[in-house]
């Protein structure tokens, strides 16, 4: 058993071949309860969120060691009888393995001195035999002679791991049942003495079956205890992914990938699942550094681990195979229509899925409890497993027998489409398989591997719902927009090239609020702005991107206390981490500079950028010529993350016409690197850094210095809520006269003082100063200063002034980042910054390349 341990290569068993079977070994989550409780309640892996969501109802569900399949129960007995329940892939064969070899390191389980393993799935038994037959069969090579092994009861235990697959029948008569160890029986009999203890009562019993093959089991067994595997909980399954990749460093990103994925991250509590996942993302990165170029999608994570479970079943007899799909696709789709994950065994019997070698697989069968008069009930392996096969179910063809036979569900794709767009927000992972079974790779794969039709007809059926959803979400005179985040899940899924430009090509902009980008998300996203000939206008509002598990974030900002408890890992490794990964918005960038992007404005606003971020968007600026907008409205925004701005900026390539950093921290240290941009870009024609507090009057005064240069191209200054004073009104003044292009300064909301605003008052007599819009806060200004005004209004009626202050307030999950700002509106009142202006004061989205010819906007 240990030598087959080191060289198996069975599915999902172990990650590699290595001397050490425990290095290999991840700790599983079970429940255990006496049989007397068995099936009172429905398992977790039954109703789709496997251990992840174990009540704390369960009996005595935690992630367990061997040691606890014979440990006493609450009466402080010791369980004779043990079974061990699981699903195909769940890792019952696994613990198997790990109670032999802890045995035989005496480790554990010291109180045998022989184990017997009977693996039902391989071994060949004789049609007849006694127990001592059973126990030369499994240790040929045995020194002591079998009947003396047998004489200490109490110090034996017999495996059988896969009891299903010897398909025997339980029902046998009392009378006929052995209690001589040595008296050869038919088989049936020899293992039914055993089981119903007639013949070694003393001796103990491990069995491992598949929940679908309980129910003729538990008549036969007295006293049993029942272990049902749960699977991995949310630590282990991190620790799996660490303990399968031998890079550190690959480990982290595929274990990012998958935690930001959510349906494969759920999926991941299946042993299984979980190296089905690591197979495929091992693949990816074994052609590449990373996974930032990522092409499977979750579809073809499951197709796969369908192809796999299937492996060399009904290969010869694929109509059989066909037959069974799509009944239980029927009943995948009646139960999810229905908010069903729990089906009657009639209901498995009327659709013939009542197939002993394809179940199991599939669905888990729930003994009902002592008392409870219901047969047996059956759920999926995972509640997202009923979701693929309930999508499955509209693209799988048949034949016109086979519809007739289905008949309670009308395979119409537009009214599955249309419920999930109105109401059934539920049936979102359904639609988003739908997506990935209809791309022409799926229907080439299951051909190949699993021998099933899928019909292409649904792509157009699709194509045309994605269109039409978000041109009835556009408002009339807006461009169109894609503005939900499940659309680039659904394109990605289907991951066809073609069909994306064609969903997309009617669409010009792209707007998000207040979404949490995990990695997952981001190479979604990637993917369709990739394939968005048309995108010109990127605005992301109160957006966060994550590019590892939000726990282990949250961790790197504690401080740092060592290795953490089983599976942890140190603090200052999760910093390293952190610091090693791309800047949060590497995927966006990247992606937006593709070659035939047409992209001309980007927002991106209260999404916490970093420096990196800064870095990044430097980058694009340069390579990216037809960018012509760039707003950054976040607190985070520092001097260090203007100057890296800055560098892009004054490169060659940089054709940049509006650049908006507002509610910024911002201070006077970075002013000189944006006098710099000022003196030698060609092309900004408006600079707004309204709300920066930490601006103040010498910032101002640095900024002057770029201003007089003949070159540059300022129509539009904004310094709104500053905290400027009168100080910086002369620089400001002497510049309005420099030269023809300035329009529009903004300075309101800022203590300017009578004399600065006369200093400004000064200058605008002039006949020959172009500005056009002056930004002032006059509330509390003294009877005098507004006749001033009005004077100046008389000579020069172009000019317009007044409050030019756009406040923009974040979405409720940006609003803890807000700075505390002193903006007034108009007539005293607080102002709060909100991200949604007013009517009056929006940009036609027409127009979001070409700057005003006022360069601003009057309130």
Request: glycine share 8%.
């Amino acid at each position: 058993m240990v030598r087959e341990s080191q060289q198996d290569g069975e599915l999902g068993t172990w990650p590699r071949e290595s001397p050490s079977f425990h290095s290999r070994f991840t700790t599983l989550t079970i429940s255990r309860e006496p049989g007397s409780k068995h099936g009172a309640k429905d398992g977790a892996v039954g109703t789709g969120q496997g251990c992840g969501s174990t009540s704390s109802g369960a009996a005595a569900a935690a992630a367990s060691t061997t040691s606890a399949l014979f440990e006493p129960g609450r009466d402080g007995q010791t369980p004779q009888v043990v079974v061990l329940v699981g699903a195909p892939g769940m890792g019952k064969t696994t613990m198997v393995r790990k109670v032999m070899v802890e045995w035989r390191e005496g480790t554990l389980h010291a109180q045998f001195d022989f184990v017997f393993c009977v693996d039902c799935k391989a071994i060949v038994l004789p049609m007849e035999a006694s127990v001592a037959d059973l126990v030369s069969q499994c240790c040929p090579g045995l020194r002591v002679p079998a009947g003396k092994i047998l004489d200490d009861q109490k110090r034996i235990l017999f495996i059988f791991d896969g009891f299903e697959a010897l398909g025997f029948s339980l029902v046998q008569p009392e009378a006929e049942l052995s209690s001589d160890p040595r008296e050869v029986k038919p088989l049936e009999l020899t293992l039914m003495s055993l089981l119903r203890k007639t013949v070694l009562p003393e001796a103990s019993l491990l069995i491992t079956m598949r929940p679908t093959a309980l129910g003729s089991l538990r008549r036969c067994l007295k006293g049993e205890y029942y272990v049902e595997i749960l699977g991995f909980s949310a630590a282990r399954r991190e620790e799996y992914f660490r303990r399968y990749f031998e890079n550190p460093k690959r480990a982290d990103m595929a274990f990012r990938f998958a935690r930001g994925n959510e349906i494969l991250y759920s999926l991941c509590v299946i042993p299984v699942m979980s190296w089905t996942i690591c197979t495929v993302l091992e693949q990816e990165l074994c052609g590449k550094k990373n996974l930032l170029e990522y092409s499977k999608t979750t579809t073809g994570m499951v197709m796969f681990y369908l192809s796999q479970l299937l492996k060399h079943r009904y290969r010869d007899n694929p109509q059989v195979l066909q037959q069974f799909l799509l009944q239980l696709c029927s009943l995948a789709a009646e139960g999810i229509w229905k908010h069903k994950v729990l089906f009657e065994e009639k209901e498995i019997k009327d659709r013939g899925l009542d197939q002993p070698g394809l179940l199991p697989f599939f669905l888990n069968e729930r003994i009902p409890g002592e008392g409870e008069d219901h047969g047996s009930v059956y759920a999926f392996t995972h509640l997202h497993l009923q979701e693929f096969f309930a999508a499955m179910f509209y693209v799988l063809e048949d034949d016109g027998e086979m519809v007739n036979s289905l008949g309670r569900l009308e395979k119409d794709v537009n009214k599955l489409l249309e419920s999930y767009n109105k109401s059934r927000k539920d049936l979102n992972v359904t639609v988003r398989f739908l997506f990935g079974l209809a791309s022409q790779k799926s229907i080439e794969y299951m051909d190949k591997t699993i021998g099933c039709r899928i019909s292409p007809r649904a792509r157009e059926e699709l194509l045309e719902w994605l269109q039409g959803r978000h041109r009835s979400l556009s408002l009339p005179g807006q461009a169109l927009k894609v503005s939900e985040m499940d659309t680039f899940h659904f394109l990605f899924e289907m991951n066809d090239k073609s069909f994306a430009q064609s969903a997309l090509g009617h669409f010009t902009d792209l707007d998000l609020q207040d979404t949490k980008l995990t990695l997952y998300d981001q190479v979604a996203l990637s993917f369709c702005i990739q394939h968005w000939a048309g995108l010109g206008c990127v605005s992301l509002r109160g957006c966060s991107f994550h590019w590892q598990d939000p726990e282990a974030e949250r961790d790197a900002s504690a401080p740092c206390s060592g290795v953490s408890g089983a599976g942890g890992h140190p603090n200052a490794l999760i910093v390293r981490q952190r610091e090693e990964l791309p800047c949060p918005i590497h995927l966006l960038c990247r992606a937006l500079r593709h070659r035939d992007s047409a992209l001309q404005v980007l927002r991106l606003q209260w999404c916490r950028l970093s420096e990196g971020c800064c870095a990044e968007l430097a980058a694009l600026l340069a390579e990216h010529p037809g960018l012509a907008h760039l707003e950054l409205g976040d607190s985070s925004l520092g001097d260090g993350s203007v100057r890296l701005l800055c560098e892009g900026l004054r490169t060659p390539g940089c054709r940049l016409r509006i650049l908006r950093l507002r509610y910024s921290r911002i201070t006077s240290a970075c002013c000189e690197d944006l006098a710099a941009v000022l003196s030698t870009n060609t092309y900004l024609e408006e600079l707004d850094l309204s709300f920066s507090e930490g601006l103040r009057d010498a910032g101002v005064e640095l900024l002057c210095e770029g201003l007089q240069h003949c070159a540059c191209p300022l129509q539009t200054l904004r310094l709104g809520s500053c905290r400027l004073s009168g100080a910086c009104c002369p620089g400001l003044a002497a510049q309005l006269l420099q030269g023809p292009r300035l329009a529009c300064l903004d300075l309101s909301d800022n203590e300017l003082g009578a004399q600065g605003v006369l200093q400004l008052c000064q200058q605008l007599r002039h006949p020959s100063c172009p500005l056009r819009s002056l930004g002032l806060s006059t509330d509390g200004f003294s009877q005098a200063l507004l006749q001033e005004l009005d004077a100046l209004r008389a000579l020069q009626p172009a000019l317009k002034i007044g409050n030019l202050l756009e406040h923009e307030v974040p979405q409720a999950g940006a609003m803890a980042r807000l700075p505390c700002h002193r903006g007034l509106l108009p007539g005293g009142s607080k102002a709060l910054p909100s991200s949604r202006r007013p009517a009056l004061l929006q940009e036609k989205v027409q127009s979001h390349s070409q700057p005003s010819s006022q360069g601003c906007q009057w309130l």
